[in-house]
C-alpha cells in the first residue's frame, strides 16, 4: 500500500473560477487509501460517473481511476456547475463505497479500511462518521496549449504507475477500447 500526505493545507481555495472553462480534476481517498483495488468498488465511480453526464451534465474528455485517486478532464452543460456535479458524485460514491466495504465478505483489510475512514470522518466537523474522499478537487483550468499534455498525463499515467504495460490495456480510463464512459470531443 502506498500512502501519500493529503492535498496542500488550505486546499479549499481550489474552485471552478470560470463556469466555461475546461478544467483537470483530480480527487483522492483519505490518507491516499488503495480502497479502488476491487473492480465492485471502482465500477461505483463508473457508474455514478455514467449519471452524471446523463443525468447532471458532466462533460468528460478524459478520465482514469487509479488504486487512490481519480483524474477527470471535464467541464459541464450550460445551467449546472461543476463543483456541484462534483460534491454530488464525491457524496454518493463515498457512501455506496462504504456500503460495499462494510457489507464485502471478501474485504481481507475491511476492518483496518472501515477505521481508516471512520477516523478520518471523526476529524472532520462536515461529516457524520466517515469520509472516503479528501475535501478538494484539485481544478485547473486548462488552457488549449495544455490540453495535449493533461490528456497525455491522464491516459498514460496506468503505464507509468505499472498497472498495466500499455494504457490502452487499462479498462477503467479513456485510454481503452472500447470505453466503458462516454467521451466528449475536443
Not at 63 to 85: F, K, Q, R, Y
Not at 145 to 160: L, N, Q, S, T, W
Request: glycine share 6%; aromatic share 10%; hydrophobic share 35%.
Amino acid at each position: 500500500m502506498i500512502v501519500r500526505e493529503e492535498y496542500p493545507p488550505g486546499s479549499r481555495k481550489y474552485k471552478f473560477h470560470d463556469p466555461d472553462g475546461l478544467f483537470f480534476i483530480s480527487f483522492a481517498t483519505v490518507g491516499w487509501i488503495d480502497v479502488l483495488t476491487r473492480p465492485s468498488y471502482t465500477d461505483i465511480v463508473v457508474e455514478s460517473s455514467r449519471h452524471f453526464q446523463v443525468k447532471k451534465g458532466l462533460l468528460l474528455f478524459e478520465w482514469t481511476i487509479m488504486t487512490n485517486h481519480v483524474h477527470l478532464l471535464a467541464s459541464d452543460t450550460e445551467g449546472c456547475s461543476l463543483s456541484d456535479i462534483l460534491r454530488d458524485q464525491k457524496k454518493f460514491t463515498s457512501g455506496k463505497i462504504h456500503t460495499a466495504i462494510r457489507e464485502d465478505l471478501g474485504e481481507c483489510p475491511k476492518e483496518w479500511m472501515l477505521a481508516m475512514l471512520r477516523e478520518a470522518g471523526e476529524a472532520n466537523k462536515h461529516n457524520a462518521s466517515f469520509q472516503l474522499w479528501q475535501q478538494n478537487n484539485q481544478p485547473m483550468l486548462v488552457s488549449t496549449g495544455e490540453v495535449e499534455r493533461v490528456v497525455d498525463y491522464i491516459r498514460m499515467e496506468p503505464a507509468v504507475e505499472g498497472i498495466v504495460d500499455e494504457p490502452d490495456a487499462y479498462c477503467y480510463s479513456s485510454a481503452h477500447e472500447p470505453g466503458i464512459l462516454k467521451l466528449e470531443e475536443l
